[in-house]
């Protein structure tokens, strides 16, 4: 989320900042299911308002923004290993999608919107792998 690197400007080092925000609200339906005495298999579903904002910094000043918005999906698969009643461990894989239609940008101060033909569409496309310890309720 963000990353920073050096450019040469006029013969001087220009920090330069990228820093990119992709969120989603909506709703998620979840199934869980065992599938050995400790072992439980869950997936889950979901679809919500996708915003989509990157903002490019020189020198830490704002050089140019873009923002999107669309309706985005997720689809996920994991696996829980139980350790006790309240406590699991497990690994999950999600897929995200959305696709950008049109686009607003601003630089120099000047705002405008960027209208996309079919074929000039941008995919908000992402994989998240995780793994981590679950406390049951």
């Known amino acids: 989320n963000g990353s920073i690197f ?3 400007e006029s013969g001087e080092i220009a920090s330069i900042s990228l820093n990119t925000v992709i969120n989603m609200y ?7 299911a065992p599938i050995a005495e400790q072992w439980e298999f869950f997936c889950d579903l979901g679809a919500g308002y996708t915003t989509y904002d990157t903002e490019i910094s020189v020198q ?4 140019f923004t873009s923002s999107a ?5 997720i689809l996920g698969v994991g ?3 139980k350790l006790s009643k309240k406590w699991a461990v497990g690994i999950q894989a999600k897929y995200f999608s959305g696709i950008v239609t049109s686009f607003q940008t601003t630089e120099n101060g000047v705002t405008k ?3 996309l033909s079919k074929d000039e569409y941008e995919g908000l496309n992402n994989i998240q792998l ?3 310890i679950r406390f049951n309720f």
């Open 6 to 8: 050096g450019a040469f």
């Open 26 to 32: 909506g709703l998620q339906y979840v199934v869980r």
């Open 60 to 63: 830490n000043n704002k050089a």
């Open 69 to 73: 918005s669309t309706l985005g999906s």
């Open 79 to 81: 696996i829980d290993y």
């Open 113 to 115: 919107t960027v209208e």
């Open 130 to 132: 995780a793994g981590g």
